[in-house]
């Protein structure tokens, strides 16, 4: 079973940014690279929430919150999804997922990764 490694992530200040990385170690590249990509969040109480989406086209959406601060890129030949972060807010603090859905239709996630934002 594959298992999304992240990193990035962690303590800032608001208006600061942050980097989230996922990196996928066993998805062969052909499957990758058709995959669409995402990156999720949580916070206690609520339900996860589906923040950037990246399509193998490269077309993108994003949570209206997240319009114009968050930014999702891929590199296919690292096998890896990005979530980058600027003018960060307290109301962006949750626990961040990656997610790989590939043609198949087989999803994959990252462990999670806590960003906090102090106000």
């Known amino acids: 079973q594959e298992r999304l490694v992240e990193s990035g992530g962690g303590l800032v200040q608001s208006g600061g940014s942050l980097s989230l990385s996922c990196k996928s170690s066993?998805?062969?590249?052909?499957?990758?690279?058709?995959?669409?990509m995402a990156w999720y969040r949580q916070s206690p109480g609520i339900q996860r929430e589906l923040v950037a989406q990246?399509?193998?086209?490269?077309?993108?959406s994003y949570l209206d919150s997240v319009k114009g601060r968050f930014t999702i890129s891929r590199d296919n030949a690292r096998r890896t999804q990005y979530l980058q972060m600027n003018e960060l807010k307290p109301e962006d603090t949750a626990v961040y997922y990656c997610?790989?859905?590939?043609?198949?239709?087989?999803?994959?996630w990252g462990q999670g990764t806590q960003v906090t934002v102090s106000g």
């Open positions: 990246m399509a193998s086209s490269g077309s993108t």
């Open positions: 997610n790989i859905m590939t043609p198949q239709g087989m999803a994959y």
């Open positions: 066993r998805i062969i590249l052909s499957t990758f690279s058709g995959s669409t």
